[in-house]
C-alpha cells in the first residue's frame, strides 16, 4: 500500500520534494513570458534610476542623466502662461485705472487675473466670494460701504500698502481708543453711548440712556465718526447710522468695541505681488458690485 501511495502517476511533472500530509508539490517551471516579462521590468527599473530621478537623499534625489523634474516642468508651464499675458499685463500698467472697465478685452483680462489672485491671496480672510467675515472683523467688499474708499485707485491703494500694519510707511493707519480699558469713559457713560448708537443705527434701545448718551458721543466719537455717526472714509473711521457692521451692531458687540477698541490688520502686497496683479485684484474688486 506504501509503495502504490508513493508512485507518481503517470504522466504528472516532477515534485519539488516538499510533502505535506501527504500532498507533495509539483515543480512546475513558471512560463516563459511571465519570466521575460519580469526580466523587463527589472530592466526598466534599472534604466528609469538611470534616466530619471529616483532615490531619495538626505536634502534632495538623484537627479537622473536627463535631469527631469516635475517642479521644473510646472516653472515652466508658469513662465510660458506669464510671457503670453505680459502684453496684457503691460497694458494694465499703462493704462488708467478709471479707463480699464471702458475697454471690454482689457477689462475681462483684468477682472479674470484679479479673481486668481484674490483667490490665492484674499479669499482665506474676506472669504471666497468676498462677503467677508464679520466675527473676524474682516469687511464685506461686496457692499457699498468702505473705509478708506472704493474708487479703483483707493482700492488699489489699500491692496499695495495694506493697513495698519508695520512694513509700509504707507499703510493706511486709523485707531480708535479704548474707552473703557484706558478708563476714558465711566461705566455708566459707556452704557448710554453704546444706547446712543442703537438708536442712530435704528435698533431697540434705551430711551433715556440714549438721549444721555448723545452728549458723551459727541465729545468723545463725532470728531473720528461724525456728528451723525455717518463715519470718515479718508480717516478709516465707519458709518454707525446704518445696518453694515464690521463686528457686528448687537448691544454687546458694540460695548466691546467701545470698551478695549478694533484694530485690525491687513497686509500689504507690494512685495509679495507685481504691480500689475495688484491692479488686476483691484478692476476685480471694484467690479463686484461695491465699488464706488
Known sequence: MAAQHNKKPKGDPETTGHSWDGIEEFDNPMPRWWL??????????????????????????????????????????IARV?????VWYDRLMEADLE??????????????????????????????????VQAGGFPNLLDDEWLWGGTPEDIEITVTHGIRNEDYIDARWSEMPAFGRDELLSDEEIDQVVHHVLNISGQAHDAALAEAGAEVFDYNCSSC???????????????????????????????????????????????????AQIRAVATYIHQLGGGQ
Open 36 to 77: 521575460w516579462s519580469f526580466y523587463i521590468t527589472i530592466a526598466w527599473a534599472v534604466i528609469y534610476m538611470v534616466f530619471y530621478p529616483a532615490w531619495p537623499l538626505i536634502n534632495s534625489a538623484t537627479t537622473g542623466i536627463l535631469g527631469y523634474s516635475t517642479r521644473g516642468e510646472v516653472a515652466a508651464e
Open 82 to 86: 506669464d510671457a503670453a499675458n505680459q
Open 99 to 132: 479707463a480699464i472697465r471702458d475697454d471690454p478685452e482689457l477689462n475681462r483680462f483684468a477682472v479674470n487675473a484679479g479673481a486668481a489672485v484674490f483667490r490665492a491671496q484674499c479669499s482665506q480672510c474676506h472669504g471666497a466670494g468676498a462677503a467677508g
Open 225 to 275: 465718526h461724525g456728528l451723525d455717526g455717518e463715519g470718515d472714509i479718508y480717516g478709516g473711521a465707519p458709518p454707525l447710522n446704518n445696518a453694515i457692521w464690521l463686528y457686528g451692531g448687537d448691544e454687546e458687540t458694540i460695548r466691546e468695541s467701545v470698551v478695549n477698541a478694533r484694530f485690525g490688520i491687513m497686509p500689504g502686497f507690494a512685495e509679495r505681488l507685481p504691480a
